[in-house]
């Protein structure tokens, strides 16, 4: 199913002001996917917010009101709130003093698999919290919104009352979905605090009162649990996929039909139908590696044998897009060798330009070490995905990526992908092969158009 991006007259906040007008001065650290987007909210619905990061190209777009990244609404919702036309303000720095005499202090820094291991990198988080032990002027409230193991906050807290006992800890997990980032801001779903004080809880229901106040549901938790429910929350989607995938190997092996399968058990409510579409998996900055760190963190904590499924989910998640490989093989008549492969999508999901752990980029990798001449074409990833995997042969162009081509991966469900005119397609390809990694295509235009339609978990004939 294809995600419809917010649109821009979305990012002006439909909240009602704080009652009272409460301003806070709110500080964010880390200005990435989440953290860039966290600090435009924040002025959004009101507060004076300095924003910080270490990298200064992220910093110099900031600056001059661009977005550092594709994110939809984003470029809307900067030019506001810098251009002095949203309630609050929002200024960004690279100097971590500047933000000394904020009250409350959001911590949104990476944390990354470790290289050769399944846990965390929790180096970053860290960093940012000694170097706001080291700065802040007075009591204020640090609040992590990092996805880290659970028992990083009680270790951090710890960290502060030795080194800064003004500075108390919370712990607020953020849900946002690349491609929604800014409406799942502004409204999210929930509010998880987890927090050791009732001062620590009311200086964040006075950040948020205006999503409060709109109705979204506040859930107050200790430390543990608040760091557990992002990391369970993404196990339990990590394994919606890959249940449905799992599904889609048996009708592979069975001649079912994984769409009509997904539908059918989708009706009924406690199942649910989103999150049930069979394709090339999850990939993206969040689930493959949480999954891995939950893992790893169950394993120290003694509890391994409560989430040794997640590693049955990560295989299975792994071997969909060796299966998409394999197909493509097949489709080129047994060898990559001397054959074109247009991979149509590089962004891990749509209306995202996010590329980190991305299906279409390890598939177009190994076609590539395999001997093909891949073309990968996307309309926002290029770039990313150039800079992280150089080998591929890139093109924003949907033509020119097609054009020669003896087989075409649809690996990205963008809408334009989505849509492409089988017939218009046909006039450019070399060869009539197409594999639906996503299974969003029509099938019945393409054959019309001549093409052999392959998909995962559905029936070839
Ligand atoms: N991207 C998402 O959709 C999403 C959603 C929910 C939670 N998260 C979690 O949020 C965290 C950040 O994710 P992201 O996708 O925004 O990552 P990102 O890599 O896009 O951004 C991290 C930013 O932190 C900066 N940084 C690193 N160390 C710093 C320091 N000491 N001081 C200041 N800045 C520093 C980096 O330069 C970078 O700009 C991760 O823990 C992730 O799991 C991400």
């Known amino acids: ?59 110099a777009a900031l600056q001059q009101g661009r977005a550092p990244f594709f994110e939809p609404g984003l470029p809307e919702l900067l030019a506001r709130v810098t251009g002095g036309e949203a309630d609050g303000s929002i200024t960004f720095t690279t100097d971590v003093a500047d933000l000394k005499s904020c009250e409350v202090v959001f911590v949104c820094v990476g944390t990354p698999q470790r290289k050769g291991e399944l846990a965390a990198d929790t180096t970053y988080v860290q960093a940012a919290f ?10 204020a409230l640090l609040v992590g919104k990092s996805t880290v193991p659970v028992g990083t906050a009680a270790r951090l807290a710890d960290v502060l009352a030795d080194r800064a006992p003004d500075l108390e800890l919370a712990w607020n997990p953020e849900f946002l979905r690349e491609g929604h980032a800014v409406t799942d801001t502004l409204t999210p779903d929930r509010f998880v605090l987890g927090v050791l004080s009732e001062r620590a809880e009311s200086q964040l229901r006075r950040v948020y009162a205006r999503p409060i106040a709109a109705g979204t549901p506040v859930l107050v938790a200790d430390y543990a649990t608040a760091e557990l429910v992002k990391t369970a929350a993404n196990a339990f989607l990590a ?38 579409n069979a394709g090339v998996g999850f990939g993206g900055g969040c689930l493959p590696k949480d999954i891995r760190a939950f893992m790893a963190r169950a394993g120290e904590l003694g509890a391994d044998q409560a989430l040794t499924f997640l590693r049955e989910v990560d295989s ?39 590329v980190r752990d991305s299906p279409a980029i390890s598939i177009a990798a190994q076609a590539r070490l395999q001997g093909a001449d891949v073309v990968v074409t996307d309309p926002e990833a290029v770039a990313n995905a150039q800079r992280l995997w150089g080998d591929l042969t890139y093109t924003e162009d949907t033509d020119e990526a097609l054009r020669g081509a003896d087989v075409v991966l649809l690996l ?50």
């Open 1 to 59: 199913m294809t995600n419809t991006p917010p649109s821009a007259a979305s990012t002006t906040s439909p909240l009602p002001h704080s009652p009272g007008g409460d301003v806070v001065k709110v500080g964010v650290v880390g200005l990435g996917y989440l953290g860039a987007v966290h600090a435009a909210c924040m002025a959004e619905l009101g507060h004076e917010v300095v924003g910080f990061d270490i990298d200064e190209r992220k910093l």
């Open 130 to 139: 000694e170097s706001l032990a080291d700065v802040m002027a007075g009591p």
């Open 239 to 276: 394994t919606k996929i890959s249940f449905i995938n799992a599904m889609a190997e048996v009708c592979e092996a069975a001649g079912g039909d994984v769409k009509v399968l997904a539908d059918a058990i989708g009706h009924d409510d406690r199942i649910g139908r989103k999150f049930l």
């Open 316 to 354: 299975i998640n792994m071997r969909r897009r060796a299966k998409v490989v394999d197909l493509a093989r097949e489709a080129c008549g047994g060898s990559f060798i001397g054959r074109k492969i247009a991979v149509l999508g590089a962004a891990f999901k749509p209306h995202s330009d996010d």
């Open 412 to 461: 990205t469900e963008w809408p334009q992908y989505v849509g492409l005119d089988p017939t218009h397609v046909a006039s450019l390809t070399r060869g009539r092969q197409v594999i639906d990694g996503r299974n969003v295509l029509d099938a019945a235009p393409w054959r019309a158009a001549g093409f052999t339609y392959r998909a995962l978990g559905r029936p070839n004939a």
